[in-house]
């Protein structure tokens, strides 16, 4: 059977350059090769092709015709002999969706990195990765979910082997740390073989400096990988992991049949949050600050977050990676696709990621309902709520939600906040019938893994269920651009929600008892040159006074503005008054006439009204 080859080589760390050469037995007098525009996962064109900096091809003979024809693909004219084709790409891009290396890490999305040879797609396709000569890189390793080819040729199954294992038990079973005795043969450079294109692309590669822990959940071996040499409480980390990825498992039931290895890929950083998730690994970026300190008990509020993104990305292996919208099968990843069901799959997921910190015990009931508190919030404050419905944002999600800009707040509503809000009301309806999202989640997954969802695959189901004015409920509540109807569902849970105005633009949660100040209605930000305005919202204070991006402000009521004296200027000043502000609106400086009134009630406050309902439903 044909065979695709791929080698990967570090032209130059200081330029972030990296030497790829593919080769290939050609199957026609002309192939085409391409890089994909986008990444699974990820909805927006982000033109791979653009980093290419050079690109030549040949054969034993000599040089053979390559020309561009577009953007993303290139046309190749082959004589009968085995075809070599070399370039060079720019690697500097500080995300979990492309491509980077310096001195400390590689990070490796083959889909930026491997061009597609057309007619050969679907066979065999080996990426031989050189460990790096430069002197910096001599203690690198390498960590990727693709399996190794070993030295007969053949691709390794990472669960063959006799392995040591220590068992740690938890509350819903055992979870057994494999021991480090394996560990060297997973993390060496060599040769990697993915069965088509698609797995190829689907596998991120991370090389470097980095420590690995892992364990085993229902006989599957998942690896937790984390860059640099960081200091951090690698113990618990591990641990926390997996007890999310237990608590993940639960709600469909089992692993997926065909999950052999799971890999957390971790990118530490000092400046950088997200996560992409991919068939049988994720890649994550954080913070050195998210990560665990050992010896702190208390869970910080940066270290839940970094579980929610672990607890998130783990989900997809169901509900994305397996289960996905039927209009995704096959991705077409040289143009945009669109869906209106990203409200589902990602609204979905963002339910169930905190969730599972409080279902595991990793956050108690107080924290989580302050996490859900700032999630009602950030959703409700937007005007955008009013203006752009869940699967428009969905189907606009190529130009709109991964184009955001200043305006975003007033038109732009995200599906997956209010998505999870979505999931939210469906579990409280849902618990009155006896039946849970879980339970739905399944069905959907049982019933469409092969053929993926259609939009009205949810309502069918529904339907099956007897719940017809759900169905109609759901559907209004995804195609209407209006605020959903919490308080009302949120009883079911065992939960009172109640309103009030916010202090600060940050304040998003819990009871204030202070003097509420005025609201200015918009975004800042603070630079060393002063205090600019970032977004105006719709109805706002700020409107009102005609403020727009990008004004610097400088005086109100004759008092100089900064950082620190705003705030105290806005609590000073009376509600209902009308104060003078002075701002430079580019290079012109004006004064404009600023109303000083309190913001609308928007600040969740959740309260415990049943606590038998909010028990079956966070501990059942």
């Known amino acids: 059977m044909p065979c695709v080859h791929y080698q990967l080589q570090v032209a130059d760390l200081s330029t972030h350059t990296l030497a790829m050469t593919l080769t290939f037995t050609p199957q026609n007098p002309v192939h085409e090769l391409s890089l994909p525009s986008w990444i699974p996962g990820s909805y927006m064109i982000r033109n791979f092709a653009r980093h290419i900096l050079h690109i030549r091809a040949y054969d034993h003979t000599g040089e053979l015709p390559l020309q561009q024809r577009d953007k993303q693909r290139w046309e190749l004219r082959c004589r009968d002999s085995v075809v070599t084709v070399e370039y060079h790409l720019y690697a500097n891009d500080l995300s979990v969706r492309a491509a980077y290396i310096d001195d400390e890490v590689a990070i490796l999305n083959p889909a930026c990195l491997c061009l597609a040879v057309s007619a050969l797609t679907e066979c065999p396709q080996q990426f031989y990765f050189a460990k790096p000569q430069q002197r910096v890189t001599e203690n690198w390793r390498v960590g990727t979910a693709l399996p190794r080819l070993s030295d007969n040729g053949t691709s390794e199954n990472p669960q063959q082997g006799a392995v040591e294992r220590a068992e740690m038990h938890t509350a819903k079973g055992i979870i057994k740390n494999l021991a480090q005795s394996n560990v060297a043969s997973l993390t060496q450079f060599g040769t990697f073989e993915a069965k088509n294109y698609a797995h190829l692309i689907d596998s991120p590669i991370v090389a470097g400096i980095f420590s690995l822990q892992h364990f085993t959940l229902d006989d599957v071996p998942h690896y937790v990988l984390v860059t640099g040499n960081t200091i951090f409480d690698e113990q618990r980390l591990v641990n926390d992991v997996a007890t999310l990825c237990q608590a993940q498992r639960d709600v469909f039931g089992s692993l997926p049949d065909d999950l052999h290895q799971y890999w957390f890929l971790l990118w530490v950083t000092e400046q950088g949050y997200g996560g992409l998730e991919h068939e049988f690994s994720t890649l994550l970026l954080c913070n050195r600050s998210d990560l665990p300190i050992a010896h702190q008990p208390k869970q910080a509020d940066a270290y839940q977050n970094l579980l929610g993104l672990f607890s998130h990305e783990y989900f997809h292996t169901w509900w994305v990676k397996r289960l996905k919208p039927a209009c995704f099968i096959p991705y077409q990843l040289e143009k945009e696709q669109y869906s209106r069901q990203l409200w589902m799959y990602e609204g979905f997921t963002s339910y169930f990621d905190d969730l599972a910190l409080v279902k595991s015990g990793l956050i108690d009931e107080k924290q989580y309902l302050t996490s859900l508190e700032k999630l009602i919030s950030r959703v409700t404050r937007n005007p955008s709520e009013r203006v752009q419905s869940l699967s428009d944002s969905s189907f606009t999600a190529w130009t709109k939600f991964y184009l955001q800009d200043e305006n975003a707040v007033n038109s732009v509503v995200s599906y997956y906040a209010k998505g999870a809000l979505v ?198």
């Not at 949810?458 to 339907?463: A, G, V, W």
């Not at 939960?495 to 949660?509: A, G, I, K």
């Not at 040159?529 to 005609?546: E, I, K, M, P, R």
Request: hydrophobic share 40%.
């Open 423 to 620: 999931a939210l009301l469906l579990e409280a309806e849902l618990r009155v019938h006896g039946r849970s999202l879980a339970e739905l989640c399944r069905e959907l997954y049982q019933h469409y893994r092969y053929e993926g969802t259609t939009e009205s695959s949810i309502f069918t189901l529904l339907q099956r269920w007897q719940l017809p004015h759900l169905a109609d409920q759901l559907k209004q509540w995804i195609d209407c651009a209006q605020p959903l109807p919490l308080a009302n569902s949120l009883i079911y849970l065992g939960l009172d929600l109640q309103w009030r105005s916010p202090n600060t633009m940050d304040d998003l949660s819990g009871q204030y008892e202070g003097v509420t100040s005025a609201n200015l209605g918009c975004t800042l930000t603070y630079k060393p040159n002063g205090v600019f305005v970032h977004q105006v919202y719709q109805g706002s204070a700020a409107q009102q006074a005609s403020l727009m991006s990008g004004d610097q402000l400088l005086a109100v009521a004759g008092v100089k503005i900064t950082e620190h004296s705003l705030p105290q200027l806005l609590r000073r000043l009376p509600l209902g008054s009308e104060h003078s502000l002075v701002i430079f609106r580019k290079d012109r400086l004006l004064t404009l006439s600023l109303p000083l009134r309190q913001a609308a009630k928007i600040v969740a406050m959740l309260t415990i009204s049943e606590p038998e309902k909010l028990n079956n439903w966070l501990k059942g």
